[in-house]
């Protein structure tokens, strides 16, 4: 400026000798400015992770990652910052981001029945990206425990009794009625009673399992509708006894149900380095894969949606600079289960809320819910998992790492209720935004009422009869021993009795014979001596005879000859 005169020697010499002092401010970068500004850190890094890996954007992470940095991209995400703030609200109320004695995690999930978009994203613990303030304390951490593994994710959670749903789809699909009765008991069975036609010789193997319910409940025979909203492990293994194993899960596939990340830590079992879920029986009631909690909600959204999947999706729409529409992996929507399998399931759910087990899932504003908790063992993990017809929303409140339960912190009211509120105060929010229709009413098969001939077992041996029974549809119970004529041990009667009508897979009593009857001889005519002896040899002990039939014919007997009473009950002769 000086060579060119546009300033003077003076300009020049008092610009030269000014100090020129930096003032820097340091912002943070990219999903900390989320976390910082609206508490969307996780959700945040999923749009950037969905992003690269989703090959319209390259064929290659490097190449994503080039085409996402410098594509300008105007990015519209299906977010919903209100239910979100409704979340984060109760996700802080009700579980801290450290805990002492735990390694405490908990992650709340919201996804739009029939478009997958993905309205909340929650977690206990605070976003960043940078791992040198991870290391500052577990309150922080770059971990999405809501997404699968190349999300983000960790490995996934068990999600207990949550499958239960799975199973109860299959149960449907496969013809069957919510009305049917099935023993709801802990016990042991077999595991060759489990039919599996993908495993070798058709059947899960051999050997004794023992199960039970929460706290040891018995419950007997109930409906699969009851065991299902009470949430009783033995009415699921009754139900899956029914079924074939690959058949449930081959439901649990078109649902979209996967492990979060590979199973590699057990050679033994049949998913082996794959993302498929182990076919076990334990399963199909207590969910022993570790699924991530988006995509249990995106399964239960079906449920909602009339049985049509929808995958997750956090984008609406991405604009280039000039605002064309940049192409990208939408949600890919399939029929996972009919309409009236998924009609069927949300009914028997909206009664495990209204008078079951998830009665904390009610709306405060009457729109329809439907839900389904769910358990691990020990209480190590604790879900809510349903919604309306417009929202569904998986919670998840656990153990991230170790295996601690949960109620030694706060009992019943406290950490392991924490879904609890969790749950419900994202989806008052969602009926408020969203509103809610009713779900589809069931088929007249769902709820048809199975009526089964009870054959007739009398004078078979106790297997026998068990056996034919069962092949009947029906369960079996001890009915203890009565009088009889028949040996000792064989069946006298059962209970309804032979020839009538039962509900299919109700429990029928058998009763036992004790042997305990005989039919009183004709002994008229003859001496007292001889006929005590036959009373003797047709069984009875008690045998009342004068001394005049010493010398007498007997012309009496109490009770009359040919008829049958107790061996123990008194016989008497009268002689003349």
Same mark, same amino acid.
């Given at each position: 400026?000086?060579?060119?005169?546009?300033?003077?020697?003076?300009?020049?010499?008092?610009?030269?000798?000014?100090?020129?002092?930096?003032?820097?401010?340091?912002?943070?970068?990219?999903?900390?400015?989320?976390?910082?500004?609206?508490?969307?850190?996780?959700?945040?890094?999923?749009?950037?992770?969905?992003?690269?890996?989703?090959?319209?954007?390259?064929?290659?992470?490097?190449?994503?990652?080039?085409?996402?940095?410098?594509?300008?991209?105007?990015?519209?995400?299906?977010?919903?910052?209100?239910?979100?703030?409704?979340?984060?609200?109760?996700?802080?109320?009700? +579980?801290?981001?450290?805990?002492?004695?735990?390694?405490?995690?908990?992650?709340?999930?919201? +996804?739009?029945?029939?478009?997958?978009?993905?309205?909340?994203?929650?977690?206990?613990?605070?976003?960043?990206?940078?791992?040198?303030?991870?290391?500052?304390?577990?309150?922080?951490?770059?971990?999405?425990?809501?997404?699968?593994?190349?999300?983000?994710?960790?490995?996934?959670?068990?999600?207990?009794?949550?499958?239960?749903?799975?199973?109860?789809?299959?149960?449907?699909?496969?013809?069957?009625? +919510?009305?049917?009765?099935?023993?709801?008991?802990?016990?042991?069975?077999?595991?060759?009673?489990?039919?599996?036609?993908?495993?070798?010789?058709?059947?899960?193997?051999?050997?004794?399992?023992?199960?039970?319910?929460?706290?040891?409940?018995?419950?007997?025979?109930?409906?699969?509708?009851?065991?299902?909203?009470?949430?009783?492990?033995?009415?699921?293994?009754?139900?899956?006894?029914?079924?074939?194993?690959?058949?449930?899960?081959?439901?649990?596939?078109?649902?979209?149900?996967?492990?979060?990340?590979?199973?590699?830590?057990?050679?033994?079992?049949?998913?082996?380095?794959?993302?498929?879920?182990?076919?076990?029986?334990?399963?199909?009631?207590?969910?022993?894969?570790?699924?991530?909690?988006?995509?249990?909600?995106?399964?239960?959204?079906?449920?909602?949606?009339?049985?049509?999947?929808?995958?997750?999706?956090?984008?609406?729409?991405?604009?280039?600079?000039?605002?064309?529409?940049?192409?990208?992996?939408?949600?890919?929507?399939?029929?996972?289960?009919?309409?009236?399998?998924?009609?069927?399931?949300?009914?028997?759910?909206?009664?495990?809320?209204?008078?079951?087990?998830?009665?904390?899932?009610?709306?405060?504003?009457?729109?329809?819910?439907?839900?389904?908790?769910?358990?691990?063992?020990?209480?190590?993990?604790?879900?809510?998992?349903?919604?309306?017809?417009?929202?569904?929303?998986?919670?998840?409140?656990?153990?991230?790492?170790?295996?601690?339960?949960?109620?030694?912190?706060?009992?019943?009211?406290?950490?392991?209720?924490?879904?609890?509120?969790?749950?419900?105060?994202?989806?008052?929010?969602?009926?408020?935004?969203?509103?809610?229709?009713?779900?589809?009413?069931?088929?007249?098969?769902?709820?048809?009422?199975?009526?089964?001939?009870?054959?007739?077992?009398?004078?078979?041996?106790?297997?026998?009869?068990?056996?034919?029974?069962?092949?009947?549809?029906?369960?079996?119970?001890?009915?203890?021993?009565?009088?009889?004529?028949?040996?000792?041990?064989?069946?006298?009667?059962?209970?309804?009795?032979?020839?009538?009508?039962?509900?299919?897979?109700?429990?029928?009593?058998?009763?036992?014979?004790?042997?305990?009857?005989?039919?009183?001889?004709?002994?008229?005519?003859?001496?007292?001596?001889?006929?005590?002896?036959?009373?003797?040899?047709?069984?009875? +002990?008690?045998?009342?005879?004068?001394?005049?039939?010493?010398?007498?014919?007997?012309?009496?007997?109490?009770?009359?000859?040919?008829?049958?009473?107790?061996?123990?009950?008194?016989?008497?002769?009268?002689?003349?």
């Amino acid at each position: 400026m000086l060579a060119h005169g546009k300033i003077t020697q003076a300009d020049y010499d008092a610009a030269i000798g000014t100090e020129v002092v930096p003032s820097i401010t340091e912002r943070p970068v990219g999903c900390d400015i989320a976390e910082a500004r609206r508490n969307l850190g996780y959700f945040c890094d999923y749009v950037q992770r969905y992003i690269l890996n989703d090959p319209n954007f390259g064929d290659s992470t490097k190449e994503r990652q080039f085409n996402f940095q410098r594509g300008g991209f105007d990015i519209y995400t299906s977010i919903d910052l209100d239910l979100q703030e409704s979340g984060i609200n109760a996700m802080r109320a009700n +579980v801290p981001a450290v805990m002492d004695g735990i390694d405490i995690g908990s992650a709340a999930v919201s +996804v739009e029945p029939g478009t997958g978009r993905v309205l909340t994203m929650i977690q206990n613990r605070f976003f960043t990206a940078d791992p040198e303030v991870a290391k500052l304390g577990n309150e922080y951490t770059g971990i999405n425990y809501n997404t699968d593994f190349e999300y983000g994710g960790s490995g996934g959670f068990q999600v207990g009794s949550t499958f239960k749903a799975i199973t109860l789809a299959e149960w449907l699909r496969s013809g069957r009625s +919510v009305k049917e009765i099935v023993n709801t008991n802990g016990r042991t069975e077999q595991f060759q009673n489990f039919s599996a036609r993908c495993l070798d010789e058709g059947i899960y193997g051999y050997g004794n399992w023992t199960f039970q319910n929460d706290q040891g409940r018995q419950a007997g025979s109930q409906t699969v509708e009851y065991a299902m909203e009470q949430s009783l492990n033995g009415g699921l293994v009754s139900m899956q006894q029914q079924l074939d194993l690959c058949d449930t899960f081959d439901t649990a596939q078109k649902l979209g149900l996967h492990r979060a990340t590979e199973q590699n830590f057990n050679e033994s079992q049949n998913n082996y380095g794959t993302r498929d879920l182990a076919i076990l029986p334990s399963t199909i009631y207590a969910g022993t894969d570790e699924i991530a909690p988006i995509t249990m909600a995106a399964a239960f959204a079906a449920f909602a949606n009339g049985g049509k999947l929808c995958t997750p999706v956090p984008i609406d729409a991405i604009k280039s600079p000039d605002g064309k529409d940049v192409p990208f992996t939408r949600s890919k929507c399939s029929q996972a289960v009919s309409p009236e399998v998924a009609a069927g399931v949300t009914y028997v759910l909206q009664n495990a809320v209204n008078r079951g087990v998830a009665s904390h899932a009610r709306s405060s504003s009457g729109v329809p819910h439907f839900a389904k908790t769910g358990t691990t063992d020990d209480v190590k993990d604790n879900w809510t998992i349903g919604g309306s017809s417009k929202v569904t929303t998986a919670v998840w409140v656990g153990n991230v790492t170790g295996n601690v339960s949960t109620m030694n912190f706060g009992g019943w009211g406290g950490l392991m209720a924490a879904d609890q509120s969790i749950w419900p105060a994202i989806m008052n929010a969602a009926d408020q935004k969203y509103g809610g229709d009713p779900f589809a009413e069931p088929s007249s098969v769902a709820l048809r009422v199975v009526a089964q001939d009870v054959p007739d077992t009398t004078g078979q041996d106790v297997a026998s009869a068990t056996k034919l029974l069962k092949a009947a549809g029906f369960t079996v119970e001890d009915g203890g021993e009565t009088d009889s004529l028949l040996a000792e041990g064989l069946v006298t009667e059962t209970s309804p009795a032979a020839g009538t009508s039962a509900p299919a897979g109700s429990a029928v009593k058998i009763f036992r014979s004790g042997a305990t009857l005989a039919t009183v001889p004709d002994v008229v005519g003859e001496f007292g001596k001889k006929a005590a002896s036959r009373l003797r040899d047709a069984g009875f +002990v008690d045998i009342s005879v004068p001394k005049e039939c010493a010398a007498e014919k007997v012309s009496a007997v109490t009770p009359v000859p040919g008829t049958s009473t107790r061996k123990s009950d008194t016989v008497t002769l009268a002689c003349r």
